[in-house]
């Protein structure tokens, strides 16, 4: 095996093609290996196969093309097309249920298209986020479906993601990365692969250590985000403006506090922290705590507009609101638990009407004149770069209340003849 890697001839398939199984099928595909995607949404597929990204990211077109124009990469719906593969990377998706426990049912049933098609000596990695202990289970489980013994007949690991959307090709190449073996022979094979294109540093270690690291690092950013938002909470007490305070607190040489805002989400922060502590037996305060202080940060922004919309004397059930924004961070189009559509969520129903604008999400108002026409209040939820140089001036012309919300600290300078208020920016 090691061998077929190093000559690039070890042929690779990659299971689900999403926002991180696609740039990883580029990668490999353009380093050289022949790499078959199998996804299971067929429009996908066939877009992929046209040379088509069906995900916003930066030089996604231009490395797709090349992947597909080069013979290199090949998208499929139907699991014949990768049997006996060398490699099987599983990048699906790790959501969690209504009740907040992990839906392993995608992993589940990707596991299970692998045992159905993998050959004796397979090395199979799983990308995804998982709780602890599962690339253990998921290896006895291929035991059980194929009569094969893990570590012998077929190598595992968990290799985690790291990349943020926006920088996913660059984070690919950079990022150091972590290859959790149930063996060591497993882990080697791993680094082995992807150090063919990746320049970060590379670690091994077991696939147990390699899932709670994972977890652990999305927890650290939710939980001082948690406590940022604390923070916010003060700022609005004592009337300071909290970024102030954070950027002086942050030159202390130990001291790096992250930025409060409107609420955290994406497919990751906000369910890897219950992945960390579900299968645990004791009650994680903390964890859970700053999960619902986060999850509290829509209403907290419904409660700035409203109490805005009072001072103005616009009954908030007569009011136009325009929400700026509906993807869960700056310059992306994912939405996946994004704090914008919670918030509007918790609009809708006590406002006239929620009018909406996200350059980068359909379905929304073509432009940002046509959402705010005629509005009383514009509640920004998303830092997209371009709404950082908005001309309020002009906007305000066209509103009929000028009232404008902050949700992402976007408007350094408080425009004058808006009543403004941000999330931690106190009262003005
Ligand atoms: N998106 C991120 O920024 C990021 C960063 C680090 C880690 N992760 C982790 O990576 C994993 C994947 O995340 P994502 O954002 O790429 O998810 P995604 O939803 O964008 O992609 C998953 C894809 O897998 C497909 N799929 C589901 N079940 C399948 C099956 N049985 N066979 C074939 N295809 C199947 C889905 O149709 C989908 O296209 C998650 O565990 C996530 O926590 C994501």
Redesign the pocket.
Known sequence: MLDRIENRSAEIAV???????LPTAIMFANAGFRVTG????KE?VEKINSGKAH?VEPEIDSLLKRAIENGNLRATSDPEDIRGKDVYII????PLKDDKTPDLS?LE??VK?VANTMKKGSLIII????PPLTTVKMATLIEELTGFKAGRDFHMVHA??????GRIFKELVYNSRIFGGITPESAELAESLYRTFVKGQTFKTSSTVSEVV?LMENTFRDVNIALANEFAFLAHQYEIDVFEAIELANTHPRVRIHSPGIGVG???LP??PHLLVWPAERDFGLIRLAREINDSMPLFTKDLLFSALRELNVPPEDAVVAVLGLAYKGDSD?T?NSPALAFIGAIEGDVAEVRTHDPFVGGSAGSVEEAVEGADAVVIATDHTVFKSLDWKKLGRLMRTRILIDGRHVVEEPPKSFLFRGVGRGEY
């Open positions: 299971i689900g093609l999403g926002y991180i199984g199998y996804e299971i949404r996908v995900i990048c699906v998706q790790t995608y049933n990707a298209t990308e995804s986020t998982v985690p993601e790291r990349v943020m959307p994972k994406g497919h990751c369910k890897d994912d996946r």
